[in-house]
């Protein structure tokens, strides 16, 4: 089980961190993948104009990069109130300082404005309750294997503690103790030769055109020594073209340095080889997120099927919990 917020098209760090796996791990497991928007609105709760857009995005994005809808279930968090549920009676079994100790919580409220005070005033019981909603999430699908990046760790050993705890109040064996899979591929460098991320401006998109790709691509930070291109380049110092071509062109590597480090070939030719590289590895990718773009009824419904898988499953989950927990269960739905 894993997720992500609508907050806008995913780049090339999202493919190569996370999606990838998501894909070789549908054949391999039961897997559940959901667009959590009510996370969004953690720390987004003032601007909700671009939720539902962005929810049409990443659903595009994940179709794009391979998740297959007949064989993992892709699901909108907000369609199952069962989540917010669990959510609840999870809360209740929460201690109050195990939410303010996480570490992640600090970092959120930071990012919320520039100055503390102002941070302390936007940051909500919502935003407090991020790790709860999270293990919800996990735990109404009892997840087992959470694919994310290593950022979220903190998240899943909170999981790992209510599902514990959970577990030890009501004497069962109820929630599995599920654990992280982090992806073998390095943080991806944006184009600037820092981390590629959405507000770095520095990405190249899973949607952006072959044209928007190798004008990001020849702008690309390369050797920083190298001033002419009669000088001998090195790759080792090469911030991001190098590292790229180990991902795109793996089979012209050695080609690659033996040109750099005798100065055979300029950075400008080489960026455009790269270019060339990546548009080629990415064209599959985007020519099926065209076909599914030029019909957003299918995404709709999509979606659709999904929540209603993931809703029966849900169900099953919240209806046991409630007998475990001594609740009713109300035959009103
Ligand atoms: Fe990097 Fe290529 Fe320039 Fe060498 S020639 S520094 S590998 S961009």
Request: hydrophobic share 35%; charged share 30%.
């Amino acid at each position: 089980m894993s997720g992500m917020r609508p907050t806008g098209r995913l780049h090339l760090g999202h493919y190569f961190g996370v999606l990838i796996n998501w894909v070789r791990f549908q054949t391999e497991y039961e897997s559940y993948f959901s667009i959590v928007d009510w996370h969004a609105l953690t720390t987004k709760y003032q601007d909700t104009s671009q939720i539902k857009a962005n929810i049409h995005e990443i659903a595009l994005d994940w179709l794009a990069a391979g998740i297959d809808p007949e064989v993992s279930t892709i699901y909108v968090q907000s369609g199952i109130p069962e989540i917010a549920e669990l959510h609840l009676l999870l809360s209740m079994i929460t201690q109050q300082n195990w939410v303010e100790r996480e570490p992640t919580l600090k970092d959120m409220v930071r990012m919320l404005a520039a100055d503390e005070e102002e941070a302390r005033e936007k940051a909500t019981y919502g935003l407090l309750g991020y790790p709860v909603l999270m293990s919800a999430d996990i735990l109404t699908f009892k997840g087992e294997l959470v694919p994310v990046g290593k950022d979220q760790e903190s998240h899943l050993e909170f999981a790992r503690g209510l599902a514990r705890k959970f577990n030890h109040l009501y004497g069962v064996d109820f929630f599995p103790e599920c654990r992280p899979e982090f992806t073998s591929t390095p943080l991806l460098k944006g184009i600037d030769g820092s981390k590629m991320g959405k507000s770095a401006n520095n990405a190249i998109n899973l949607a952006d055109t072959d044209a928007d790709t190798t004008k990001q691509v020849m702008k690309m930070i390369t050797d920083r020594t190298r001033i002419a291109k009669s000088d001998p380049g090195h790759v080792d110092q090469c911030e991001v073209p190098w590292p790229m071509y180990q991902i795109f062109g793996s089979d012209i590597t050695e080609q690659v340095r033996t040109e750099c480090e005798s100065a055979q070939i300029g950075c400008v030719d080489c960026k455009k080889r790269l270019a060339g590289k990546m548009n080629d590895y990415l064209r599959p990718l985007r020519e099926r997120r065209e076909k599914f773009a030029s019909d957003p009824k299918k995404v709709e419904q999509i979606l659709e099927y999904g929540n209603k898988k993931a809703r029966e499953t849900a169900k099953k989950t919240l209806a046991e919990v409630r007998d475990i927990m001594g609740l009713h269960n109300w035959k009103n739905d």
